[in-house]
């Protein structure tokens, strides 16, 4: 299984930015698909974002459409989440996932096989 390790959370003001990176390794990460969780305190983990192999494809959770964007980097082995005009909702520990296999709108946490130890994000309001 692929390796996951999250960065970039942090403490922003509303309506600000952040940049999530998550880098991959033991796997060969051209092959999985990559997602974005989100787990706020007292709530289930809940998907944010998704992108194929190439990066040709992606998917939101209506939540963040128009404001987050997914993208990878296969040559680094790296999956990014860009956020901007960031809300309070937003606050919550943020995980990378991984799934190998074809691409498609896989939005429950048990479709992925590998996870990273996540990232806080908190926003103020």
């Known amino acids: 299984q692929v390796q996951l390790v999250e960065s970039g959370g942090g403490l922003v003001q509303a309506g600000g930015s952040l940049r999530l990176s998550c880098a991959a390794s033991?796997?060969?990460?051209?092959?999985?698909?990559m997602g974005w969780f989100r787990q706020a305190p007292g709530k289930e983990r809940e998907f944010v974002a998704t992108?194929?192999?190439?990066?040709?494809?992606?998917y939101y959770a209506d939540s963040v459409k128009g404001r987050f964007t997914i993208s990878r980097d296969n040559a680094k082995n790296t999956v990014y989440l860009q956020m901007n005009n960031l809300k309070p909702e937003d606050t919550a520990v943020y995980y990378c996932?991984?799934?190998?296999?074809?691409?498609?709108?896989?939005?429950?946490?048990?479709?992925?096989?590998?996870w990273g130890q996540g990232t806080q994000v908190t926003v103020s309001s």
């Open positions: 996932a991984a799934r190998r296999g074809t691409w498609g709108r896989y939005v429950s946490l048990y479709e992925y096989d590998s």
């Open positions: 033991g796997g060969t990460f051209s092959r999985y698909v």
């Open positions: 992108i194929s192999w190439s990066g040709g494809s992606t």
